[in-house]
């Protein structure tokens, strides 16, 4: 049986400090809360920066450089850093931590979606911060904008560095948007795509959904050329991450992606989740990768070459 990559996303941008009291905001609590979750067997952390005051999305490299050398110095995990950032960044921003650190992984959003949590405003009457509340009613005209203009920039920018990506593709759309790419030589494989469930604006909570999105990917790239996780939104998470490992896949959880461990149950962090997945695939008889072994699968540079 293969070996599976835990990748975990500590913190993202579309959660607020309000739905969750574990959700990590200052750098120590997101270096922290990393270096847990490696410890729990998470090979990949997928990570964002947050204002430490009150917990908003920020791209400011300064931030980033408060957690990222302690993590590094602390795990041998693969260090993933965003380059989408939040809805309501622009590119420069969302760019400028990844081009400055020059870590083995950036995240790369592979289109242009409707990207909205405005539901979850109906489930809160008081917010802890003031930008909390218009930032997610607001989100109903949020496009989370990633024209092909916008991805050739992050390519060009990180493929100097000799970072890789984790495409992440919130639509079929998206796929056929990744085979532009690679025809037009931006993309070699290895490469690792990340198949998106359950955001409001993109692609469903379907398991047929699943199967479309996977049956895409090898008739456009040959199943030897990529590998593929798969991560959905909230309640959606355990179910989709236990489907695609059965399939051969790779699994992300996170913070980002869910606040549940269970039904109506809070995680109390992120290394909950990890621990949870990583159960669930050694009792089918998987093993969860090590970092090494992902940088192997992924054809890395490796942590040494990293700028923190």
């Not at 950036?106 to 539901?119: Q, V």
């Not at 699994?251 to 149950?265: A, P």
């Amino acid at each position: 049986m293969g070996k599976v990559i835990i990748s975990c996303a500590v913190t993202g941008s579309a959660h607020t400090p309000t739905m969750s009291d574990a959700l990590p905001i200052t750098p120590e609590d997101i270096a922290r809360q990393s270096i847990d979750a490696a410890e729990a067997g998470a090979a990949i952390l997928h990570l964002h920066a947050r204002n430490p005051q009150d917990g908003s999305p920020t791209g400011d490299p300064a931030i980033y450089e408060r957690f990222l050398p302690t993590i590094k110095q602390s795990t041998n995990a693969v260090i993933n850093i965003t380059t989408g950032g939040s809805a309501t960044m622009g590119v420069k921003d969302r760019l400028a931590a990844g081009a400055k650190f020059k870590p083995e992984v950036c995240s790369l959003n592979m289109g242009s979606i409707n990207f909205a949590f405005f539901p979850a405003a109906k489930r809160i009457s008081q917010w802890k911060y003031d930008w909390e509340e218009g930032y997610v009613k607001n989100s109903d005209d949020y496009i989370f904008r990633n024209t092909f203009r916008d991805i050739r920039t992050i390519f060009e920018t990180m493929n100097e560095a000799g970072t890789k990506f984790e495409h992440e593709c919130y639509d079929v759309g998206h796929l056929y948007n990744l085979a532009h790419f690679v025809n037009e030589g931006l993309v070699r494989p290895p490469f690792f795509i990340q198949m998106i469930f359950g955001i409001l604006g993109g692609i469903g909570p379907d398991l047929e959904n699943l199967m479309v999105m996977k049956q895409t990917a090898d008739r456009l790239f040959g199943a030897e050329n990529f590998q593929w996780s798969v991560l959905a939104a909230g309640r959606h998470q355990m179910a989709f991450c236990t489907q695609a490992a059965l399939m051969g896949g790779h699994v992300r959880v996170g913070l980002e992606d869910s606040l549940f461990i269970g039904r109506g149950k809070l995680a109390a962090n992120n290394a909950e989740q990890v621990k949870k997945i990583k159960r669930i695939i050694e009792e089918m008889g998987h093993e969860a990768a090590t970092p090494d072994e992902a940088r192997e699968m992924l054809a890395l540079k490796g942590g040494d070459t990293v700028a923190f």
